[in-house]
Structures are given as C-alpha cells and as structure tokens.
C-alpha cells in the first residue's frame, strides 16, 4: 500500500482547507466525505471531485482506510471512537475530545487496535515551527528559563457564519485555541507538569454580526472568555500563557521564549510559515524567515481579512500526512493522539485552575515529537496543482 484512503466526516467551515490540500500530500487519496447535514456534504464533494456518503456509510466502508474528523468538538469523541471502533486510522481537528477522559479512551482504543490517531494542530510542523525547533535544538538560546504566549482579540462571531459552540462548554479561547500554542511549546520545551490560571467572563453575551443566516442571533456565554495562567515544564521552564476573547487590540508577540543565551520569538502558531526573530544575550533581532522553506511560502488568505493583510501559509491536512507516512513508512508519526491528550489535559488543569484557584499537576507526559525536517517535510508534500484545488 502506499497510500491511505481518506474520509473526511464534518463539511463546514474549516473543510475547506482541507480538500483543497490533502491531494497535495503524498500517501493520503481523498475518496469520501459525510455530514450530518448531508446537503453540506454533496456541496463540498461537488466541489471537490469526490463522493458524498452518510456517516454510517462512510464509516463502513472498507475502502476508507483513515477518517478524518471535522466535527464540531462535541461531536469529536463519537465520530472518532466510531471510527476507531470500524479499524479506521483518526486523524481529528482539536480538541481531542471535550474531556479529558474521553480524549484518553481515544488514545488507549487507539493503541489497543494498533491504529494510528492523531490529532491537530499539525501547524507546528510547518516551516515557522520547524525553524524555531532547529534554532532552540541547536542551542542558540542556550537553556530555556521562561517565556511568554498571548492570543488576544474580540472572538468569532464578526467572521464565524455560526459561532454559537465558541462560546459554550468545550468553546472558549483555551479549548479553541490554546491547541496551537500549547502544541508549539510542547514541541519547543517538552511536557507541562503543573498550571496554575485564573478567568472571567468579560461579556456575559455575544451578538453574531457576520454575514450569514445567524446574524443578529444573541449567544449567551457559558465559558470563561479571559484566561491568565503559569506554566511549569518539566524541563523547570515557565510560561506566562494568556488567551482571551475579551481584547480589542494589544501588541504582545505570539510566543517569545527566553534561555539562558538568548531570546527567541516564535511566529504565529496558527499559521505553518511566518518569521522567527532572535537575539543573541540582548543583542538586536535577527529576523530569519521560513517562506523559502518547505511548506513556509503564503498560500491562503482567509475571506474574512481586510484587503492590507498578507497572504499566509496553510498547509492543514500536514499532520495527515505525517500519519500516513507514520502508518505506511514506520516514520515517527507527531501531531499524535498522545500529544492532543497531554495538551487537553493541560487545558482542562487551566481551567480547573481557574475554577478552584489551587495549581493542578499534569499527569500525562510525553516526549517531545521528533523534528521534522525540510527533506522530510518536502517529501511529504507533492503540491497542489489547479486541477487538485477547486478552491
Ligand atoms: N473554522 C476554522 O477556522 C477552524 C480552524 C481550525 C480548526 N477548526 C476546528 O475544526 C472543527 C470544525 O470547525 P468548523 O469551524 O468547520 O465548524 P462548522 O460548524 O463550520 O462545521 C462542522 C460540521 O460538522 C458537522 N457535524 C456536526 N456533528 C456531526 C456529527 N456527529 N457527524 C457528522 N457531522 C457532524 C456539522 O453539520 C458541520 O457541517 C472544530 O473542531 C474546530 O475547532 C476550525
């Protein structure tokens, strides 16, 4: 076999991205997709040259040897034990699942089938994050002491046509999108071993102003909007770690990391490619760009930014390939289930946190995923051509 064969259940928002690259990636052949809604899944297989099955089909189909799950994330937990339970490979959007102990059943179902599950973000394999690996592996910050990663900003519901699940239990700027920091410094620093974090609720209700069928729609919030928390590594490392949705504006960079030899700040982790500037013991910013690395040049613009905004690079489907050559090449597979669980413990320990106000210990470990790198990440991506995109 040299490659897998894709099912993709869950057509919204962010499926596009999605079958717009996976026939850019070696080892993964698009062939299905499904929704609950099965009129979103007959558009996006329109689309995108493939077939529209229900979820049941989709899942016994013995053709379909990975599925990847782009349900919303109460919906994560059953759609991938389902799949799991078929003897498909999972790949999921995060969170793992909205608990911590269903994201561990994934995990221990997963191995005890001997089936790959991984997990997003994958975006810390791109070239940014690569980059910023490479620097801190070969030493140029010397040992990391601390560090610093904000998300700030006014939430989803000026861009996202139905953000209501932002905004409840398994929502919230830690659950949505705390995943691709905490993945990036898991990747950089190795395993958090204890949090501590505070919350509130800065606007108990949300009005959805972007233009879809929801505009005007009133959404009540039910989960902590602000964060502020500490994170401890069991390398002794300590991070102050902010995600808000309560923010108009602020200037603080994505991750900066401090070490004993230098500084280091790491480009969005939302993004695969991006700028990593460092300085050596105070010395100026020496600004290295990733866009001439594989999987670093701008691709994508969202629909949603103002016309000054550049480009960026959006590579998903990455960490698909990296499972696929996990399952077909005995490759190191890195965006795992293994690290989604330890990252959704950490966020539920910052939450729980928050809520009690006493520090929690991390019980999961893991070491950090193996780098990547250019030759490996060239060789995983093949390029989408315009008859492969119809995006
Ligand atoms: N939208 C983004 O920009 C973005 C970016 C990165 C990650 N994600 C993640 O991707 C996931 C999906 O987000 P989205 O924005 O595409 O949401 P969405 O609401 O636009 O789409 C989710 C789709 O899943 C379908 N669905 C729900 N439950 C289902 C089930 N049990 N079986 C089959 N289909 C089901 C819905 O009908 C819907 O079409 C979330 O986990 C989110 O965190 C989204």
């Given at each position: 076999m040299s490659t897998l064969n894709v099912g993709v259940i869950g057509c919204g928002n962010i499926s596009g991205i999605y079958f717009q690259n996976i026939p850019g990636y070696r080892g993964l052949t698009l062939r299905a997709c499904a929704d609950v809604k099965h009129d979103v899944a007959l558009a996006q297989a329109s689309k995108y040259g493939t077939k529209a099955l229900s979820v049941d089909d989709l899942l016994a189909d013995p053709d379909i040897d990975l599925v990847v799950n782009l349900t919303i994330p109460s919906a994560h937990f059953g759609v991938s034990l389902a799949a799991l339970s078929a003897g498909k490979h999972v790949f999921s959007e995060k969170?793992?699942?909205?608990?911590f102990e269903q994201g561990r059943k994934l995990v221990d179902e997963a191995e005890a089938r001997g089936l790959h599950l991984g997990c997003a973000?994958?975006?810390?394999?791109?070239a940014g994050g690569r980059l910023a690996r490479k620097l801190v592996d070969d030493g140029e910050i010397g040992r990391i002491l601390s560090g610093t990663a904000f998300l700030m900003s006014h939430g989803m519901e000026h861009w996202h046509p139905d953000p209501e699940f932002f905004f409840k239990p398994g929502g919230g700027p830690i659950l949505d999108m705390a995943p691709y920091y905490l993945s990036a410094l898991v990747n950089l620093i190795?395993?958090?071993?204890r949090v501590v974090a505070i919350s509130g609720i800065g606007f108990p209700e949300r009005i959805v102003t972007s233009?879809?069928?929801?505009?005007g729609h009133r959404i009540a919030v039910e989960t902590p909007t602000h964060v502020m928390s500490l994170l401890e590594f069991a390398s002794g490392a300590q991070i102050t770690f902010c995600m808000s949705w309560d923010v108009w504006k602020h200037s603080h960079p994505a991750i900066e990391i401090y070490g004993s030899e230098g500084s280091l700040r790491v480009p969005d982790p939302n993004f695969f490619g991006g700028q990593v500037d460092i300085s050596d013991r105070g010395g100026d910013w020496r600004n290295v760009d990733s866009s001439g690395m594989p999987l670093g040049s701008p691709n994508w613009r969202s629909p949603?930014?103002?016309?000054e905004m550049p480009d960026r690079a959006n590579y998903r489907a990455l960490g698909l390939a990296d499972l696929a050559s996990a399952v077909l090449n005995g490759t190191p597979h890195r965006s795992s289930g293994r690290l989604g669980l330890h990252v959704l413990e950490i966020m539920h320990s910052i939450l729980e946190s928050a809520a009690t106000g006493e520090p929690k210990p991390i019980t999961t470990s893991l070491e950090r995923p193996a780098p990547l790198d250019d030759g490996e990440a060239a060789g995983l991506w093949r390029g989408v051509t315009k008859a492969s995109s119809a995006a």
């Open positions: 969170p793992l699942a909205v608990d973000p994958d975006t810390f394999l791109g190795g395993p958090v071993q233009d879809s069928p929801r505009k949603n930014w103002a016309p």
